[in-house]
Each structure stands twice: as structure tokens, then as C-alpha cells.
């Protein structure tokens, strides 16, 4: 409504698909819910207006504003990201209202915000009376506190609930009434600044704790406030059924409707404490015992962050190729990046630790996961070029069309380092660096006129086990082995970044033997099983089809309706291929030392190939390793 400028009293459903997700109350007095359809919607009230939510178009790099999208479910992807925007704004909003000093503000969905008022309403409270501040009389805690004015409240146009039945509004207010006056106050002072910079109206529930202030906020609506003072718990919550309090629906709430048959709260008061343990446990049966008396411990929790962000598609019909799969993996990807940017990941205030991908074929369904490099910031091809190689990975174990549901999510969260110290801070400008010069030039210049210290005389090594061994140039493979180590030692340096595709082998040529000894099968017979013969293996049934294809680059014969996946399998191989050579350091290295097989069968300073048979009289081999 805010976004389209639609007036107040318009009735306005946002649609998704064939279906209606939200309704707004003008539209509500017609009769309208979230369950009925868009035809019947239309047919009850036919000056509603229908605005489908923001998607993703597959092939778009940003999400928008489709009139058509729901005639194109198999190539769009719901965007919430709209409603995260205005969910930070307002988020943003209450915090800038409140106190820095003493604001705790809990997010508990894209909709909803607790707000702990304690510190903030204590401080007003010894503001406004100040002999509440003072010691107590004659330094006696236990005496009782003097009775508040009874001008102190205000409740403005607030829904006050009423007092509990042994309760009148004629008896004298105490402290905790005052307390929640001003947190009203507080309250009515957020709505109207929301309203005003941002023309969202908010409705609100004020009391004790937060289950009783959550039941609060839905009791009036819309734009309402509702007060639940602590004498009027009791009597409020007497209304309600046990299921609608937060963590008693679902299957909980299921069992305690079935062991007592009743869902409200009032009948279930009249059980004992011992037969709520005895029925549910001792700790449950203590839980919903207090619950429903209107005790909550749970505390604000202001540092609330998510562990894992998630962006995934369901396909109707399913997709059957690695590049339309590729086009969804970039939406994955930008919709990820926009609530990682969010969360600081650009500031390197918060990063990710690893990638997954989830893909589902048929009833399997295949997971692959990588490390997201660190050291540098993320950006979207990063993720982009990762999420590639976690598909090409799906592709290459066989059988991954047709494919009914992609996800990508990233997760394992960690804090970025903090208080670093940017390069320019090590940086000297402007007049300071003209005076640093000159001061190193004339110390230069001193320098110049003081003898260099006589040279250190390099020492001989006489001994030990370089005794036993030639020159360092006496090697006949030319270089020391020295030299060979330390290039080898440099070269495996290189390699330590974990490969982010599983390694594969080609099969070896026809006529060749394997490690232990046994013929390898030519790959052009049927016995088979090199790693061309993946996505035949991994389906375990081959449909028999009169139509044949042959591979060109595999010479392979083929059912026609396996071609395009052994085409993709074929485009994941070449992608393995590009990245694992590029992933090779690119300097030259001297001849590799031997290996210890070579070794066994080689004499020093003798040429490759050359045996010894056994040692020489008087000498013995040295045992290393």
C-alpha cells in the first residue's frame, strides 16, 4: 500500500502464484482470508486489487516487479527482498528512537520486534519521582514504598485490559501500574515516528513478559496498542486457547489437547501441577503450569544473528540441463550476496565459512559443500564460480537430470577481525613525508663516510653428515639434491589450496596394467567400468530404446533420451579439467627428486635405469626414514 501509494480504505491483497499470502483490512470486511482464490477473491470483492509479489526472473541478475508472473512459475523465484528492506528500516528506526545506553531490541521475524523497557522506564521513573531514589526510611528495606499519586497514570487511547475479578478500578494504583504507564508512553512515541518517516502503522502489546506482551500485540488490532497490567494477567489470558501461546501449538499443544481433553486455558488452570508432570514430564509439566499463570523467563535477546542464509527452487516440470542449472545458481547467488552485503560481509564484519548445494533427482537428493577462500572479501562470481563447481560435481557422479529442486545456502558464520589497522595508517603524507626524506637522506650521507665492518668469514662445515656425501654439484641429474628438495618443498607450498572438485582419473589405454598386476579391459567392450561409464553405472537399469546415439567424443552408443546428460557429464569433465590446470603453479621446476621406488633400482651418480644388484664388499646402506 505505501510502495503503490494506495489510499487507506483500498481493499489490497499481495498474491504469490494462484494464491493470496496477505490481506489488507479493508479487503477484510469482505470476507476475504488467505485461503481463498484469486477468482473467488475478485468475485466477492470486485474492486480489490491483486499485486503479485517481487520475483527473480531466471537469466536477470535482480529482482522485480512481474505483472505476469503468475503465468510463469517455472521461470521466476519469489524475492522477499522488498519486505527485508522495510524490516531494516523500521528495525533501524526503533533503535535511532530508543536510548543508546539502554536499548535492548530483539528481532523475532521480518514483522515483529521485542523491546526489553526496563532500564529506560526505571530511568523516567526516578526522573519523575525522585523520592523512590533515596534510601530507604530509617534504612529498613522491608519498608513499603509510599503510594503513588493517583494522578500518575495516563493511558492515553490505549486497550486497557480489565483487572482480574478480585480487582476493581477504584482501588488505589501501585508502583507496577505507574511502570506500565510510562512503558505505554515509551511505546505510543515508536508507533507514531514509524507512521510518521515511514507511513507503516504498528500495533503493539505492552506487559511483564514476553509471551503475555505478544498476545497483547494481536489482541487489537490494527494500529492499537494493548496494556496488560499485572494485576489483569490472569483475567487475559483466561480468553485464550492454550495453543495460540508461543511454543504450546504444533505437536505439543496436540498432546496436552489429547491428554485433557480441552484447549483453553482456563479449564486446563484447574490441573494440578502433579498431573501436568505425570502426563507430560516433570520439566514440560512445570513449563506449561507457569505458562498459562502468565510466568515467562525468556529474556531479549538483542544479539539474535542467523547461522545460515538459504535461497532455493522448486521446478514444475523439472529442468534437464547443466546451463539451465547454471542460470538458476546465479539467482541463488545474487540473492544471497544482497542479505550477506546486509549483514556486513563487504566491511568484513560478518563472513561465511562454507557453501552447500542441494540438489534432488527423482526421491535422491545429493549434497556437496566447499570452504569459501578467506583472506579476501567475498564477492558474487566467487560464489557464482563455487556454486558451479559444486553442480559440476553433481554432474559428474551420474544421474542428475532430471532435477525437481536446487538450493544453495552458505553458513558457519564467524565475527571478522575487528581494530585492524588499514594500510594508510602505516602511510606517511604531505609535509611530515618531505621532512622523513630529507632526515633519511642526510642520514644516508653519514653512513657513506663510516668504513663497513669487516666481512664474516663463512664457516666450513668439516663434519658430520655432509661427510658422507660429495659436492653439492656432484649429483649426475644435474643440480644438488638440495636443490631438488627445496623445489619440491616450494611446490607442494603451492598446492595446499583444497581442490573444490572431487578428483577424477581418465581410464588408462587398452593393454595396460593396473597397480596389482591385472589386465585393464579395453574401454570399448562391455565389460567396462572406467570413468566414462559413471552415469550408466550410477542408474543401475538402462531402459531399452530403439533410437541410438553415438558420442564423438567417447565413442560411445547411447539411448537418445541419455544424451543430454552424457553431454553435460562430458561439459563437467572439460570444467574439472580447465580449473585443475589452472589451480598448477605455472614457474618451472628443476628435475623432481627420485622417487623411492625409482631409488631401490638406481646407484648415485649413476644413469636412470642402471640396477645394483647388491652392495659392494665393505660398504652397508644407511637406513633413512
Known amino acids: 500500500m505505501v510502495r503503490l501509494n494506495i489510499s487507506p480504505d483500498q481493499p489490497l491483497a499481495v498474491q504469490q502464484w494462484q494464491g493470496l499470502i496477505a490481506i489488507n483490512y479493508p479487503a477484510r470486511a469482505y470476507g476475504l482470508n488467505r485461503h481463498v482464490t484469486i477468482s473467488e477473491a475478485k468475485k466477492q470483492c470486485p474492486d480489490i486489487i491483486c499485486q503479485h509479489v517481487a520475483t527473480w526472473k531466471e537469466g536477470d541478475e535482480k529482482w522485480a516487479y512481474h505483472d505476469d508472473a503468475f503465468q510463469h512459475m517455472d521461470t521466476h523465484k519469489v524475492s522477499l527482498d522488498p519486505y527485508r528492506k522495510e524490516s531494516r528500516r523500521i528495525l533501524a528506526l526503533i533503535k535511532e528512537v530508543l536510548p543508546a545506553d539502554c536499548q535492548r531490541v530483539e528481532k523475532a521475524s521480518i514483522d515483529e520486534v521485542f523491546v526489553d523497557l526496563s532500564a529506560q522506564a526505571h530511568q523516567i521513573l526516578l526522573k519523575r519521582y525522585p523520592m523512590l531514589d533515596g534510601p530507604a526510611p530509617y534504612d529498613d528495606p522491608t519498608e513499603q514504598l509510599p503510594r503513588p499519586p493517583t494522578t500518575a497514570l495516563d ?62 500485540s494481536g489482541h487489537k488490532k490494527p494500529n492499537n496498542q494493548t496494556i496488560v497490567r499485572n494485576r489483569a494477567v490472569q483475567q487475559f489470558l483466561s480468553d485464550f486457547k492454550f495453543t495460540k501461546i508461543r511454543n504450546l501449538g504444533g505437536k505439543l499443544g496436540d498432546e496436552v489437547v489429547a491428554a485433557f481433553n480441552t484447549d483453553t486455558v482456563e479449564e486446563l488452570l484447574e490441573v494440578p501441577m502433579e498431573q ?62 544482497s542479505r550477506l552485503v546486509e549483514e556486513g560481509v563487504l566491511e568484513n564484519k560478518r563472513r561465511p565459512k562454507t557453501i552447500n548445494l542441494h540438489h534432488r533427482q527423482g526421491a535422491q537428493t545429493r549434497s556437496k559443500q566447499a570452504p569459501i577462500p578467506g583472506g579476501r572479501t567475498i564477492d558474487e562470481n566467487g560464489l557464482f564460480e563455487l556454486a558451479k563447481s559444486l553442480l559440476a560435481q553433481v554432474v559428474v557422479d551420474g544421474r542428475a537430470w532430471p532435477c525437481a529442486n536446487l538450493s544453495l545456502s552458505v553458513g558457519g558464520f564467524e565475527d571478522g577481525p575487528t581494530g585492524n589497522k588499514g594500510i594508510g595508517g602505516f602511510l606517511v603524507r604531505g609535509e611530515e613525508a618531505k621532512v622523513a626524506n630529507s632526515s633519511s637522506r642526510s642520514l644516508a650521507e653519514r653512513e657513506d663516510m663510516i668504513p ?56 588408462p589405454p587398452s593393454g595396460q596394467r593396473d597397480l596389482d598386476g591385472h589386465d585393464i579391459p579395453d574401454d570399448n567392450h ?36 541419455q544424451r543430454v546428460e552424457h553431454e553435460d557429464w562430458h561439459f563437467a569433465r572439460d570444467l574439472q579439467a580447465v580449473e585443475s590446470a589452472s589451480a598448477q603453479p605455472q614457474t618451472p621446476h628443476p628435475p623432481p627428486k627420485p622417487t623411492l621406488q625409482q631409488s631401490k633400482g638406481k646407484g648415485r651418480g649413476r644413469p636412470s635405469g642402471t640396477a645394483v644388484s647388491k652392495s659392494e664388499k665393505g660398504q652397508r646402506k644407511l637406513a633413512f626414514g
Not at 508512553?185 to 502489546?205: F, M, N, P, Q
Not at 506487559?207 to 506482551?213: F, G, Y
Not at 552415469?535 to 558420442?551: H, N, R, V
Open 526 to 561: 562391455n565389460n567396462s567400468v572406467g570413468v566414462s561409464e559413471v552415469p550408466q553405472i550410477a542408474t543401475g537399469y538402462q531402459e531399452p530404446s530403439l533410437e541410438q546415439y553415438k558420442c564423438e567424443r567417447c565413442n560411445k552408443s547411447l539411448p537418445v533420451t
Open 276 to 337: 501436568l508432570k505425570k502426563q507430560l514430564g516433570d520439566d514440560t509439566g512445570s513449563w506449561i503450569y507457569n505458562i498459562i499463570r502468565g510466568e515467562d523467563q525468556s529474556e531479549v535477546n538483542p544479539r539474535t544473528q542467523i547461522k545460515s542464509m538459504l535461497s532455493a527452487k522448486s521446478f514444475r516440470p523439472s529442468i534437464n540441463s547443466f546451463e539451465i542449472g547454471l542460470r538458476w545458481l546465479r539467482i541463488f547467488v545474487a540473492d544471497i550476496f
Open 155 to 216: 493511558w492515553d487511547t490505549d486497550a486497557l485490559i480489565d483487572l482480574d475479578t478480585n480487582e476493581t478500578e477504584d482501588d488505589d494504583p501501585d508502583w507496577d501500574d505507574v511502570v506500565m504507564s510510562i512503558a505505554s508512553e515509551i511505546v505510543r512515541d515508536i508507533r507514531r515516528k514509524v507512521y510518521e518517516r515511514l507511513h507503516y502503522t504498528c500495533s503493539a502489546g505492552v506487559a511483564k513478559n514476553k509471551m503475555v506482551a505478544k498476545l497483547g
Open 452 to 507: 663497513p665492518p669487516p666481512g664474516k668469514r663463512r664457516k666450513v662445515d668439516e663434519g658430520g653428515i655432509r661427510s658422507f656425501f660429495g659436492s653439492r654439484h656432484e649429483s649426475s641429474e644435474g643440480g644438488s639434491e638440495r636443490e631438488d628438495s627445496d623445489s619440491l618443498f616450494v611446490h607442494d607450498k603451492t598446492t595446499e589450496e583444497p581442490s573444490l572438485v572431487e578428483q577424477t582419473f581418465d581410464p
